[in-house]
Nanobody, 122 residues
């Protein structure tokens, strides 16, 4: 069974940091691009960041310089380090896997997790 499970969400004050984790099972992790997405109430889903199987990284302009994506293939886990968080970063964050990644922000979600909530207080 393919699963993506996110963890690390929570409540943080503006300016603070959180690290989200996305742990995959049931597929060969390092053959896929893994992306982080977020959706706030009343807003469209936004692609936050992506890391490819060969380690290339991509970021939305809104998070460049503040967020860092990384992967640990031995643990089948992708991390999203979020620093200098802003209230507008508050959303449900979820990760997804793309089996045939062609470029960012084009990302086809072949698998995705349930998400974790991030709340940033001002």
């Amino acid at each position: 069974e393919v699963q993506l499970v996110e963890s690390g969400g929570g409540l943080v004050q503006a300016g603070g940091s959180l690290r989200l984790s996305c742990t995959a099972s049931g597929f060969t992790f390092d053959d896929y691009a893994i992306g982080w997405f977020r959706q706030a109430p009343g807003k469209e889903r936004e692609g936050v960041s992506c890391i490819t199987s060969d380690g290339k990284t991509y970021y939305a302009d809104s998070v460049k310089g503040r967020f860092t994506i990384s992967s640990d293939n031995a643990k089948n886990t992708v991390y999203l380090q979020m620093n200098n968080l802003k209230p507008e970063d508050g959303a449900v964050y979820f990760c997804a896997a793309d089996t045939q990644f062609v470029g960012w922000p084009k990302f086809h979600m072949d698998y995705w997790g349930k998400g974790v909530r991030v709340i940033v207080s001002s």
